[in-house]
């Protein structure tokens, strides 16, 4: 099973409940690349410093190591974060459900503008949705200032939802047979629900 579906939809969220209500496992491309980065050789070496520069792994360094990782899965396996292209895509084989969560950008906007770090120890809130620092610009949990990435600042989503639209977009029309599309604006619970009742069918 693949989740797909723009920055902000919640795909990271869903698939850790499908992975757990169904007992398989929740194969990220974010979770992969936090390992190699540790990793001190040529490859770790490199998607550390693509990552901390804020660019994509390319598609030389992402398939093999989704496929590595994929090799060593006897049954199945839910997928969020990749295939980002077609050219991704091409790579996998006996994918059965495509879950797509669509929301619209002004939404993707709205809810990544909001997201603030802390400074000190990580945390991550969100000044839209949730969890909602409970003092304005500081964390719930250590007191320490919170700051917005660059990431998350509006000139950035824009460009990040153009790619998304360029490349991964497509995907949609490529796995039509197998999709199944799902109004992902509404409450985490809601969504999945409506995910659960739509697989079953
Ligand atoms: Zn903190």
Redo the contacts with the bound molecule.
């Keep these: 099973m693949i989740i797909i579906g723009p920055q902000g939809c919640g795909k990271g969220t869903q698939a850790k409940r499908l992975s757990k209500n169904f007992n398989i496992p929740h194969i990220s491309t974010g979770d992969i690349f936090r390992e190699i980065r540790k990793e001190d050789t040529l490859r770790g070496r490199k998607v550390k410093e693509l990552i901390d520069n804020g660019m994509n792994v390319p598609d030389k360094i992402t398939i093999p190591l989704v496929k590595e990782k994929l090799s060593k899965l006897k049954e199945g396996y839910i997928l969020d974060g990749f295939p980002r292209n077609i050219e991704q895509s091409k790579s996998l084989e006996g994918i059965d459900k495509v879950i797509y969560l669509k929301i619209s950008d002004k939404e993707v906007v709205r809810r990544i503008e909001g997201r603030r770090n802390?400074k000190?120890?990580?945390?991550i809130f969100n000044i839209t949705t949730a969890p909602k620092p409970k003092i304005e610009g500081i964390?719930n949990?250590?007191?320490?200032e919170l700051f917005q990435r660059d990431d998350d600042k509006p000139g950035q989503i824009k460009k990040r939802l153009k790619q998304y639209h360029n490349l991964t977009a497509p995907l949609i029309e490529f796995y039509k047979d197998i999709l199944i599309e799902i109004d992902g604006s509404r409450d985490i619970g809601e969504v999945y629900s409506e995910i659960i009742s739509k697989l079953s069918l």
């Design positions: 802390c000190k120890c990580g945390a964390c949990k250590c007191g320490s």
